[in-house]
């Protein structure tokens, strides 16, 4: 008699699945603004960091946006001031639910490597 198949959980195949990044993702909860690299036209549209390290950023976007798409983020403090304007390349896009609101998920990379002391300026 063959063993039950169970289905594993999204979470936790991904917590199976090897580590690619080569930096340490830290907790964050500034706010940004996006915008195309190359608007079209109109404003950019808020969100809010995930997760950064020096080489990338985890965003949380109220509008899809495909990978493979360039974007310039405002990163902002409490305040509403730019602590940094960063370049970003969106590599994946995924639907998330964070407490009842339907957000994508948005995982990107640095155009340009940050150092440690402007990472730490950040969080």
């Known amino acids: 008699m063959s063993e039950p198949q ?4 999204p979470k936790l195949m991904h917590s199976l699945a ?7 993702r830290m907790a964050s909860n500034l706010d940004v603004t996006c915008q195309l690299a190359q608007p079209v036209s109109g404003a950019g549209w808020a969100g809010k960091v995930r997760d950064i390290s020096r080489a990338g950023i985890g965003l ?7 990978p493979g798409v360039h974007l310039t983020v405002d990163l902002r403090d409490g305040a ?9 390349h969106v590599i994946h896009s995924t639907a ?5 609101t339907e957000y994508w998920l948005l995982g990107c990379v640095f155009h340009t ?3 440690e002391e402007e990472l730490q300026t950040l969080l």
């Open 113 to 115: 490597v940050l150092s």
């Open 6 to 9: 169970m289905a594993a959980s």
């Open 80 to 88: 509403d001031a730019v602590l940094r304007t960063v370049q970003v």
């Open 60 to 66: 949380l976007s109220t509008r899809r946006i495909r």
């Open 18 to 24: 090897p580590e690619r990044r080569t930096h340490v």
């Open 96 to 100: 998330a639910n964070v407490d009842g």
